[in-house]
């Protein structure tokens, strides 16, 4: 009767052994990602991921959502219809004035030597050849945005004072460029490309932010919940970044093809423009933050103090 009942336990264990092995635990579900894009030329990084498959390489999808205007661009967030942005840290402070809602991971572009991000330019009907020129002129600008923080900066580091500085509210830049280019403007702010295409219209460059590259730079931001849930993507995404930022500024003239097909670039210029250096991994400093903030706060564009720590996150970064 033992050795039965040894017999049968063992039969029960090879039976077992051979029964259907347990299913394999699902795979994961590849997270999508989706950013309202501008098309300015500091979105071109994303681009190039998409065209070189970065987003796949690194495990990340990856949706580049157009739109056509930061207006539009924060309606999308603010509705939770994007993840993420290209915008700078003024921006980012608007969305976190009354609690966190978004952080900066990543700096997006800003000016290198001999390419810059922000240009004063003068009509050329005005006569202006010098940042002196511009004393008590009225400058055509988007007001309480990042291009009035830059010319600001510019021109009091030029030793202009703050009642030689006057500025003409042209929110639209289309106006702004046909208003220099007849002459009713005598002085604008534009960023680049299109203060390429201004020139070639016949304004002259008084100054551009080359001297302080970081004064418009600008940055990738996500929300904050984004951020919470899904960390991994978050460090998928800026992998793949990273790469594209490589892959530009050893080999640029590879991706002049994507200047038009994204219409990052006016038609004009295509056969001219050259794509410029783009920052490898970093983010806004402490100083530079403040700085921004502690024009915002005179300006009374906020009435409060918006923490550093909660709004740039670089742990993230590859």
């Not at 690194?58 to 967030?77: F, K, M, T, W, Y």
């Not at 800003?110 to 400058?139: R, Y």
């Not at 030689?164 to 929110?171: F, G, R, S, T």
């Amino acid at each position: 009767m033992k050795r039965l009942l040894v017999a049968i336990t063992l039969l029960g264990l090879v039976l077992s052994a051979c029964g259907p092995a347990a299913a394999p635990a699902p795979a994961a579900e590849t997270v999508t990602l989706k950013l309202a894009v501008i098309p300015v030329i500091d979105t071109l990084p994303m681009f190039v991921a998409e065209a070189e498959n970065l987003y796949t390489k690194h495990g990340v999808n990856v949706e580049l959502i157009p739109v056509a205007s930061a207006p539009e661009r924060d309606q999308l967030l603010q509705a939770g219809q994007a993840d993420g942005t290209l915008n700078e840290i003024l921006s980012v402070m608007f969305f976190n004035k009354e609690k966190i809602q978004m952080q900066a991971v990543r700096y997006g572009h800003m000016a290198a030597p001999g390419s810059g991000h922000f240009f004063i330019l003068a009509s050329g009907q005005s006569g202006i050849t010098d940042a002196n020129g511009l004393k008590g002129v009225e400058i055509g600008i988007s007001q309480g945005t990042i291009i009035e923080y830059v010319t600001d900066r510019l021109l009091e580091a030029q030793g202009l004072t703050s009642a030689e500085i006057k500025y003409l509210a042209v929110p639209k830049i289309p106006d702004r460029m046909s208003l220099l280019a007849s002459g009713e403007l005598k002085a604008g702010v534009m960023p680049d490309p299109l203060a390429a295409l201004a020139v070639q219209q016949g304004s002259k460059i008084i100054l551009d932010d080359t001297s302080n590259p970081k004064l418009g730079a600008s940055v990738i931001s996500f929300r904050q919940e984004v951020i919470d849930q899904h960390p991994e993507a978050l460090k998928a995404f800026l992998a793949a970044i990273e790469e594209a930022v490589t892959l530009i500024n050893g080999n640029p003239s590879k991706y002049s093809g994507l200047l038009a097909e994204k219409k990052i670039v006016p038609q004009p210029l295509i056969s001219s423009y050259v794509i410029p250096k783009f920052p490898t991994q970093g983010v806004p400093s402490e100083a530079e933050w403040n700085d921004v903030l502690a024009w915002a706060r005179a300006k009374n564009l906020l009435k409060v103090d918006v923490a550093y720590k909660e709004s740039v996150n670089s742990t993230f970064l590859p």
